[in-house]
């Protein structure tokens, strides 16, 4: 199944979207890297803590059941993100950061952007949950936060 994303500029709302129906939404607030999201139905809750060692909890849309979690490897760009006691692998596939996938498996999403200056693309996805597609959006605008804070800190 194909799906496409399109994001603001700030990266605060990405849209998803089955042809043009809008299928689901992922918010993220501005201020900590927190947000919210909803895809088929799966309504789900991120939660980041830390600051030198940084994880985000996967929570129900009440903020109080965790479903899973993400771990952070900064210095490769890359994560785990285990939801319901199943592991899955976050790793961008160029420098350019166009595409990057989630596999575990024989389940996979390949995420892709037709150039580094848009924020939209397309989803492919094969066997996986609406809420690890979520979190796929989310790491990303996680490390796109993260390399714009550092861009400006230079």
Do not use: C
């Amino acid at each position: 199944m194909t799906l496409q994303w399109t994001s603001t500029m700030s990266g605060n709302e990405t849209r998803i979207l089955r042809g043009k129906l809008i299928a689901g939404i992922l918010k993220r607030s501005t201020w900590k890297d927190d947000a919210h999201g909803e895809l088929n139905g799966y309504m789900v809750r991120f939660k980041t803590k830390g600051f030198w060692k940084r994880s985000t909890q996967i929570l129900d849309i009440e903020g109080t059941k965790e479903l899973g979690h993400i771990e952070y490897h900064s210095w490769k760009s890359t994560a785990t993100i285990t939801y319901e006691d199943e592991s899955y692998e976050f790793a961008f596939d160029s420098w350019t950061r166009k595409v990057w996938k989630i596999t575990n498996g024989e389940k996979q999403a390949i995420y892709s952007k037709p150039s580094v200056w848009k924020n939209k693309g397309d989803i492919e996805v094969e066997n996986i949950s609406p809420a690890v597609i979520l979190a796929g959006l989310f790491v990303y605008s996680y490390f796109q936060r993260m390399a714009a804070a550092v861009a400006a800190s230079t």
